[in-house]
């Protein structure tokens, strides 16, 4: 079993900042990939920032504001959120890729966290 537990969010005007963490616990083997995605109401589920062994992406409304990384020793990925704009407001999700020698390589989510930023 993998859990994913987000924490970090909250209410912040706009031009503040946040900082989300997200720990991946359980029996697994390695995690690959790890991720942050966010639902806003009205709007499809996107990708927000990810972070392989190659490097990070992010979406475009998020670059040079947003910064992701990781903890390898303690399982954890950090999204640091800058300048946060009222457009950034909505759950906040935890995503990884994670391998377990039961199941292989899947994909597995967390509860997610509320982010609002008020004008």
């Known amino acids: 079993q993998v859990q994913l537990v987000e924490s970090g969010g909250g209410l912040v005007q706009a031009g503040g900042s946040l900082r989300l963490s997200c720990v991946v616990s359980?029996?697994?083997?390695?995690?690959?990939?790890m991720g942050w995605y966010r639902e806003a109401p009205g709007k499809q589920r996107e990708l927000v920032a990810r972070?392989?062994?190659?490097?990070?992406n992010y979406a475009d409304s998020v670059t040079g504001r947003f910064a992701i990384s990781r903890d390898f020793a303690k399982n954890t990925v950090f999204l640091q959120m800058d300048n946060l704009k009222p457009e950034d407001t909505g759950v906040y999700l935890c995503n990884a890729n994670v391998y377990t020698y039961r199941t292989g390589s899947n994909d597995y989510w967390g509860l997610g966290t509320q982010v609002t930023v008020s004008i």
């Open positions: 972070i392989t062994n190659l490097g990070t």
């Open positions: 359980g029996d697994f083997r390695v995690i690959n990939i």
